[in-house]
């Protein structure tokens, strides 16, 4: 259920009298013993109550987790047979991950970076790190004017800064990749393992590092 389109119809008074007509035939064609027409004010107060209804956190959790359920049956076949490595690096050099962890970009030459297409565009790649150590590196089959380099823990970690909207998580305490990525903060627009401890912020985002012990 569309809430958007029930406000819609609130603010048409065109509408509401619409609906309120089309409510009395169907009640009359279904046999109901009428007295008077449905009124507007009727169908005003049944749309609130549907919008209130439907507005309640849990309904919205209800309706995103049918929306993922629905998508999940959604073949992609491009996405199905694609090329789906992992990369790897070192625990001293670890992936980070942000609060929009998903990334796509197109290497537009080996020094430049498109973040932000979408999965179906040629040259494509779609990165998600799995863990301070691994990463996913997805190749849609898509068309291919480049060939495909594989991404650096830095390339991975900066796009993960530029696609944060405030947070993003290490592993590691380290100086040296706070100033890497605090300048790339939400170029485009990290709930990960323990426990989080904060510990820089720079227009509103915040670089978390995972607190030991």
């Given at each position: ?42 169908v005003i107060n049944g ?101 495909v380099k594989a991404p ?62």
């Amino acid at each position: 259920m569309k809430i958007e389109a029930l406000r819609s119809v609130l603010e048409s008074e065109e509408k509401v009298m619409a609906l309120a007509a089309r409510h009395t035939l169907d009640m009359l064609g279904d046999g109901t013993d009428l007295h008077r027409a449905v009124s507007p004010e009727e169908v005003i107060n049944g749309l609130i109550s549907t919008i209130n209804t439907h507005s309640t956190d849990e309904q919205t959790q209800r309706e995103y987790a049918a929306t993922v359920e629905n998508m999940m049956a959604f073949r992609d076949e491009k996405m199905l047979n694609g090329e789906w490595d992992i990369i790897y690096t070192e625990p001293d050099d670890p992936f980070v991950i942000g609060d929009a962890p998903v990334v796509t970009w197109d290497r537009i030459s080996d020094t430049q970076l498109l973040y932000g297409i979408g999965f179906s565009r040629p040259n494509v790649e779609i990165l998600l790190p799995l863990s301070p150590t691994a990463c996913l590196h997805l190749k849609p089959l898509v068309h291919r004017a480049r060939r495909v380099k594989a991404p650096t823990t830095r390339e991975v970690n900066e796009a993960q800064a530029a696609y944060s909207t405030r947070h993003c998580f290490s592993n590691l305490r380290s100086d040296a990749l706070n100033s890497i990525l605090l300048p790339r903060f939400g170029e485009v627009s990290i709930d990960a393992f323990h426990p989080w401890e904060r510990i820089g912020k720079r227009h509103g985002v915040i670089m978390r590092y995972l607190a030991r012990g």
